[in-house]
């Protein structure tokens, strides 16, 4: 009996952000989930309910937590007001 692909956890997914960013730092954001979710797959995972928006609040977690640099430059700078 085949098993079922696991479901790929949030640390999973962040690591594969950063591993297809590194491996092509040149591609464009529009890509970015489709090669995300491919690499889940080669990885062993199942991608089938990972969306979009998933995969793009962890890109966002990354850069704003300071563990990668805003390589695609889609993340807005928090604007502090004066006074």
Do not use: C
Request: glycine content about 4%; cysteine-free; hydrophobic content about 35%.
């Amino acid at each position: 009996m085949r098993r079922k692909k696991p479901y790929p956890h949030n640390s999973d997914i962040a690591d594969t952000i950063m591993y297809v960013l590194f491996n092509e730092p040149w591609i464009h954001p529009d890509e970015l989930t489709e090669r995300v979710r491919e690499e889940l797959e080669r990885r062993g995972f199942y991608p089938g309910l990972v969306s979009d928006k998933r995969i793009w609040r962890i890109y966002e977690e990354l850069v704003r937590k300071g563990r990668m640099y805003d390589i695609l430059q889609v993340v807005k700078k928090r604007e502090v007001e004066n006074g």
